[in-house]
């Protein structure tokens, strides 16, 4: 039998135990009659207590990273015979520890990213390996705290320069909650004969391009990159793309998409070119099924941009 599992991150006093414990008081979550086994794996200011969530409601903890094992987490969930689990993560450790160590029937329904709003800015800029490592799995994430000096722009862009899929909502310091309705338009036009891709907006591009290529399927684009040859690839193909940041130096990766057609140019790897060609949903050995192929139309060496590296920001 699959356990569903609710995962709430975020940092140290962001407010995560309050939010559970409002969850587990909501009938709509909470019904009474499943069992319930709450995982914490820090110690805050705010306390869970057990008369307070029921007799449905167990709780354990990880004090220590290295103790997060599949073994243990099984041996918690079995012990409390819970049906349900609803994990309160440390911001300091890294997610892909958690998700290694996920036993196979554990299955997370909902990741949610719980943030301060007086002091988020200030992690990003000092840890923002971590705050990226939240934000790029998380479904929903809630600022709470707000005020009317909040500046919801920068907190929306905070999440939408690492996720355009997660839900945003914030919540005042009267526990009134609205959803974010920031418009996010993208900083090209995606309906243009030819949607031109300026060097600093490749990353943008290259990430909706990947989540909803629906959208670009059958569409010209335009847009400049590094060659990359790749001995699987056909005669005339190539990888085209650039090297992209997501939040800092260690994370930098190629990132491109596999292009046919050179016209009269010789190309290496590591060249730079301006590519025009249009896109579809094509079978290539690179990507081991199917993906984005650019039939080129058009070809020619390039400069490289003021900045090599794309980023989001």
């Known amino acids: ?25 909501d009938e709509n979550f909470n019904d009474k009659k499943k069992k319930y086994l709450i995982l914490r794996c820090e110690d805050g200011e705010e ?7 029921g007799d449905n409601v167990s709780l354990a903890s990880f004090d220590d990273e290295q103790d997060l094992t599949t073994d243990r987490l099984l041996a918690r969930q079995k012990q409390a015979k819970a049906d349900i689990v609803v994990v309160e993560y440390n911001g300091m450790w890294q997610l892909d520890k958690f998700y290694n160590a996920l036993p196979e029937n554990f299955m997370v329904y909902q990741e949610i990213f719980i943030a301060d709003s007086t002091t988020i ?6 840890m923002r390996q971590l705050v990226v490592d939240k934000l790029t799995s998380a479904e929903m994430v809630v600022f709470n705290r707000t005020t009317e000096k909040t500046d919801k722009n920068e907190l929306h862009k905070l999440v939408r320069t690492i996720s355009r899929k997660a839900n945003i909502c914030y919540e005042d310091t009267a526990g009134e909650i609205t959803f974010d ?11 243009a004969p030819v949607i031109e891709i300026k060097d600093e907006d490749f990353a943008l591009f290259y990430r909706d391009m990947s989540e909803e290529f629906e959208k670009y399927d059958g569409k010209t684009v335009r847009f400049k990159g590094i060659v990359a040859l790749d001995a699987s690839l056909p005669k005339g193909q190539y990888a085209i793309g650039r090297h992209i940041m997501t939040c800092c130096e260690a994370d930098i990766a190629y990132r491109g998409v596999v292009a046919k057609g050179m016209g009269s140019l010789t190309l290496k790897t590591r060249d730079w070119v301006t590519v025009e060609g ?15 192929v650019l039939t080129v139309t058009k070809i020619e060496r390039a400069e490289k941009p003021t900045q090599e590296v794309a980023t989001f920001y």
């Open 1 to 25: 039998m699959d356990i569903p599992v609710y995962l709430f991150t975020g940092f140290l006093e962001a407010g995560k135990t309050k939010f559970i414990i409002e969850t587990m008081q």
């Open 47 to 53: 306390e869970y207590d057990p008369a307070e969530l």
């Open 121 to 126: 800015l200030s992690y990003n800029a000092n």
């Open 181 to 191: 309705d920031i418009e996010d338009p993208l900083p090209f036009d995606i309906n």
């Open 278 to 292: 249009k896109l579809a949903t094509e079978y290539s050995k690179l990507y081991r099924g199917k993906g984005p």
